[in-house]
T-cell receptor, first 112, second 116 residues
Framework: SQQGEEDPQALSIQEGENATMNCSYKTSINNLQWYRQNSGRGLVHLILIRSNEREKHSGRLRVTLDTSKKSSSLLITASRAADTASYFCATKVMEGNTPLVFGKGTRLSVIA | GAVVSQHPSWVICKSGTSVKIECRSLDFQATTMFWYRQFPKQSLMLMATSNEGSKATYEQGVEKDKFLINHASLTLSTLTVTSAHPEDSSFYIC????????????FGPGTRLTVL
């Protein structure tokens, strides 16, 4: 079953613009992670935010987490054509060796 | 981060044959491995969780007799798609998790299975 819903499902922007993707989930979580996947390729881990954290940065990426609303957002600033990919949020419900549960993903297209 | 490999990276087989996909943790011991399936333009769906030395736990709707999972060692898990059919064509991704404080999951590069 899927835990998260990404919004929007698809997003098309011009190079240099910011891209914001949102993720909502249903149950309490231990942490939430964002991944990128280029077409037909494997997953690239972008960032992990723990349930007691509200915001995290990594380069051009900014992730927020609102546990009261069960939602997270991923902001990519100054987007580049190379950012074109699908982006997934994934939640870890509890500590221990429990699996990540993925959302449906957002397909981002950055037009040069 | 830790490295997880999958073999083969792609495979084409005839309907009715069985296909084995290997997932290896190269530089750490994986107490738990997870198998996901991804259809085109869709997200990853968890198929099963396997712990070393014990039987895999399958998600609802996943046929355990069709998708055989073996996790015989701390560095290797295999997924065998038995009597494959065209609808089994998909991207199969494994991930490995070690024991420890954060139990971080590391993903393999995936195996694309095409059943003719």
């Amino acid at each position: 079953s899927q835990q998260g819903e990404e919004d929007p499902q698809a997003l098309s922007i011009q190079e240099g613009e910011n891209a914001t993707m949102n993720c909502s989930y249903k149950t309490s979580i231990n942490n939430l992670q964002w991944y990128r996947q280029n077409s037909g390729r494997g997953l690239v881990h972008l960032i992990l935010i723990r349930s007691n954290e509200r915001e995290k940065h990594s380069g051009r990426l900014r992730v927020t987490l609102d546990t009261s609303k069960k939602s997270s957002s991923l902001l990519i600033t100054a987007s580049r054509a190379a950012d074109t990919a699908s982006y997934f949020c994934a939640t870890k419900v509890m500590e221990g060796n429990t699996p990540l549960v993925f959302g449906k993903g957002t397909r981002l297209s950055v037009i040069a | 981060g830790a490295v997880v490999s999958q073999h083969p990276s792609w495979v084409i087989c005839k309907s009715g044959t069985s296909v084995k996909i290997e997932c290896r943790s190269l530089d750490f011991q994986a107490t738990t491995m997870f198998w996901y399936r991804q259809f085109p333009k869709q997200s990853l769906m968890l198929m099963a969780t396997s712990n070393e030395g014990s039987k895999a736990t399958y998600e609802q709707g996943v046929e355990k007799d069709k998708f055989l999972i073996n996790h015989a060692s701390l560095t290797l898990s295999t997924l065998t798609v038995t009597s494959a059919h065209p609808e089994d064509s998909s991207f199969y991704i494994c991930s490995a998790s070690s024991a420890g404080e954060y139990n971080e999951q590391f993903f393999g590069p995936g195996t694309r299975l095409t059943v003719l």
